[in-house]
């Protein structure tokens, strides 16, 4: 297959990438009004900030092996089926009352409370944080489907469509978020965002490594 063949295939690649680095840096510049609105401190805001990196680490192996197995495409539509429900459980979050779950008792850093909207947040940026792990996936498609001519140019427009979503992202929380709806429309963005992603890849996306029957 020529790569002029293959070229077409790299645009659902390159916003699978895209869509997974705004996934992480469009929350950055509202996540601390929204965890002070809940009456949260900077504890609560360092665990929630980390909380989508720790199970985009976690997931990163799991995808890569299930691809391995059971084929690129599906483990992709997968993934972003889950970072779409991440976004939606954070967008259900603002919406929550601020109702006291439990209290946190530590020696050296006092009481933290945890509310109900501060619980769905984490679960729903753990979420989109394991499901995250498909930029492993992405990588390996593009490892399939690149020649040795092209394997370089290739990973480069990775690349670029990663450093796209770190600027989008904040970009676009910043115009969005500084609205009369605060952190709803950023978050309703990503959430649009994922689901055109979805599309994108159920129709765009060409397998390229079949599912590997177990014998």
């Given at each position: 297959m020529s790569s002029i063949e293959k070229q077409p295939q790299l645009f659902p690649i390159f916003l699978v990438n895209f869509i997974g680095t705004l996934g992480f840096s469009i929350v950055l510049p509202f996540l601390i009004f929204v965890v002070m609105k809940f009456g949260g401190n900077a504890i609560v805001y360092?665990?929630?900030?980390?909380?989508?990196?720790?199970?985009?680490?976690?997931?990163?192996?799991?995808?890569?092996?299930?691809?391995?197995?059971?084929g690129r495409k599906k483990v992709l539509l997968l993934s972003n089926a889950g970072t779409s429900i991440g976004w939606v459980l954070f967008l259900f979050a603002l919406f929550l009352p601020a109702e006291k779950v439990l209290n946190i008792d530590l020696p050296l850093l006092g009481t933290i409370v945890i509310i109900l909207p501060i619980l769905m947040l984490f679960l729903a940026r753990a979420i989109d944080g394991i499901t995250g792990g498909n930029l492993s996936v992405a990588n390996a498609y593009v490892s399939d489907i690149s020649s040795d001519e092209t394997r370089s140019k290739n990973f480069g427009k990775m690349a670029i469509s990663s450093n796209l979503g770190f600027i989008v992202g904040p970009a676009l929380a910043g115009i969005l978020g500084g609205t009369v709806y605060g952190p709803i429309l950023p978050v309703l963005a990503a959430l649009i965002l994922s689901l055109i992603t979805i599309i994108v890849l159920a129709f765009m996306l060409k397998e390229s490594r079949p599912c590997q029957p177990k014998y």
């Open positions: 360092g665990l929630l900030a980390a909380t989508y990196p720790l199970f985009q680490l976690i997931g990163a192996p799991i995808l890569g092996r299930w691809s391995d197995t059971y």
